[in-house]
């Protein structure tokens, strides 16, 4: 076993109120074939990459990432539209945006992006972007189907899910894609009556 664990913080996306972001991506995988897509069942929205963190140091990293987001409500998000980053012309990344629950996953985000930082990790230099990525490119090139999909699609409803907990999950790099673990977990308050 090694001594460190490649991780990041996430929230899952369950497809029980979004199935549609299935059909969404099915209808890129059919216009861009040469892709790695996320298995759906994997889908997440990452609020802070860490990269390889020594094994003894995760009990303590996580207590300080539970304590700065104990006091988050769960909330629900709803996925719209299709993008790509960084353009159309050399996409690399496909994703489905959030709209509602956005400045929830951005606030989440800060507070783990503060815990993080107290424990030495280095601030992201780029501003929190709410978004679920559907696909990467193995070589990043034009494509008019794939453009011409997302244009279609930019402002499609493709349906909710709620954010009910925080997750410190395990990436291992396999040559099928990488294989996500959960590590630990915090259940969000699902607030007074509910």
Do not use: Y
Not at 83 to 99: E, H, K, Q, Y
Not at 114 to 130: I, L, Q
Not at 178 to 189: G, K, P, Q, R, Y
């Amino acid at each position: 076993m090694s001594d460190s664990v490649r991780c990041f913080v996430a929230v899952k996306a369950p497809l029980g109120r979004a199935e549609n972001l299935r059909h969404a991506q099915a209808r890129l995988r059919a216009a861009e074939g040469d892709w790695k897509w996320v298995d759906p069942d994997t889908f997440h929205i990452t609020l802070k990459f860490l990269g390889d963190v020594e094994r003894t140091t995760i009990p303590e990293l996580w207590a300080s990432v539970s304590g700065a987001v104990g006091d988050t409500q769960e909330f629900k998000m709803h996925f719209r539209g299709l993008g790509v980053f960084p353009n159309a012309r050399a996409p690399r990344v496909a994703w489905a945006g959030i709209d509602a629950g956005a400045a929830e996953l951005r606030e989440l985000a800060g507070k783990v992006e503060a815990a993080c930082s107290a424990r030495g990790f280095d601030r992201e230099r780029r501003p929190f972007k709410a978004h679920l990525t559907l696909g990467r490119a193995r070589r990043p090139r034009t494509s008019p189907a794939l453009a011409a999909l997302v244009q279609e699609m930019a402002e499609a409803g493709l349906g909710e899910a709620v954010v009910d907990r925080v997750l410190l999950m395990e990436s291992t790099l396999t040559p099928k894609g990488a294989l996500h673990d959960v590590l630990e977990e915090h259940l969000l308050d699902h607030g007074e009556g509910e």
